[in-house]
């Protein structure tokens, strides 16, 4: 299939629940709406001079994307409005690492860095703000809360939990933050690791939590009690990514040892390992019905898995870069991808799996 896409590495994709669209963003300042057939529906600069597009939500009615870029700036799409800005969520002074939209719609999350450098290039250097994550009312676009400390580096992801309850927070440092989003406060910090932590993934059904780290280690907590459950080990290198199966009954990770391995996520035992990659293997997701698994490599290399056995599906050979993003529409009718070149490949399972089966 040709690939087509940005001038620069894409850093982030999102799917809307609703199957309806695509987005990705990218270094070239650069976000593509794509509709579900995989066309361009729209391509606009969204964060600038000079801005990368970091991070990007949809609203769960899919009618809104939020964008969070490096020139300090949070903005709202409107994607049924021919991608208009609706609103602009200013506060922070230094780039914005990652944004989130919480399930029920109702507020927005960023994280910002103070030691990355400041937007405005050529302006003077501004107060440095503290590490910070900010709260915004979906609904109105207007701040509600500031959450500071206690990280200690850049602050690079932020994902609510399913309920609303939480909100966690991960960065350069080994831990994880977990705030309570109704009491604005700190609840608790989630310490353990040995290594910095590369990913955190919620449970789908419940507040437990999954964490990816350097020292080789995934790690599951329960969010309530701020502690430990399990400790996946297993790997021979760092833990890229990791992600619950769809009914949670799973888990599956992604090495630098090239590998990605599935475990159990009630007793923590490895099942199997997927094996395949010709190097560190970055990315991984799970199917919306949870038959397959998708992972993308620094080997250039999409590949599609069968969650059962691990054998491999299909290996697409379509990026010239590194792979920066792997996931599957809401619907299981899309796998896109996303690499260092600036390709986006959007493929039909169909071709894949067979006519009229989704993923």
Not at 27 to 46: C, F, H, M, P, Q
Not at 268 to 283: K, N, T, V, W, Y
Request: net charge negative.
């Amino acid at each position: 299939m040709d690939c087509v896409g940005h001038d620069k590495s894409v850093e982030c994709l999102a799917n809307s629940l609703d199957s309806s669209w695509i987005a990705t963003g990218s270094y070239d300042s650069t976000i593509i709406l794509w509709n579900s057939r995989g066309e361009v529906a729209k391509e606009w600069v969204a964060h600038g001079p000079g801005g990368v597009v970091n991070s990007l939500a949809f609203s769960p009615d899919s009618h809104y994307l939020v964008s969070a870029g490096s020139d300090g700036m949070v903005a709202i799409w409107d994607v049924n409005q021919d991608a208009s800005k609706t609103a602009t969520l200013a506060g922070h002074t230094h780039a914005v690492a990652s944004c989130a939209w919480s399930q029920d719609g109702t507020l927005i999350a960023s994280a910002c860095d103070e030691n990355s450098y400041p937007y405005r290039p050529g302006a003077p250097e501004p107060e440095p703000e503290s590490l910070t994550v900010r709260l915004w009312d979906a609904q109105t676009f207007q701040q509600v809360h500031v959450f500071e400390g206690p990280h200690e580096g850049a602050i690079w992801s932020v994902a609510f939990s399913p309920d609303g309850r939480w909100l966690v927070s991960r960065g350069e440092d080994h831990y994880c933050c977990v705030w309570d989003v109704a009491r604005r406060t700190l609840h608790t910090v989630l310490r353990g690791h040995g290594g910095l932590l590369r990913a955190a993934a919620f449970h789908p059904r419940s507040t437990r939590l999954a964490t990816a780290s350097m020292d080789h280690t995934i790690r599951i907590w329960d969010v309530e009690k701020g502690e430990t459950l399990l400790t996946l080990a297993g790997h021979k290198n760092e833990v890229f990514a990791v992600a619950f199966s769809p009914d949670g009954h799973l888990i599956v990770s992604a090495s630098g040892d090239e590998t990605a391995k599935v475990w159990d996520a009630n007793s923590g035992a490895m099942l199997f390992s997927i094996e395949g990659h010709d190097e560190p293997c970055r990315r991984i997701s799970f199917s919306p019905s949870g038959h397959y698994i998708a992972s993308g490599s620094n080997d250039r290399t999409v590949r599609l898995w069968r969650t059962d056995d691990g054998s491999c599906l299909a290996v697409f050979r379509d990026h010239g870069g590194a792979v920066n993003r792997v996931a599957f529409s809401q619907d299981g009718e899309t796998l896109t991808s996303v690499a260092t070149d600036g390709t986006v490949c959007i493929r039909h399972l169909s071709d894949v799996i067979g006519k009229g089966r989704h993923a």
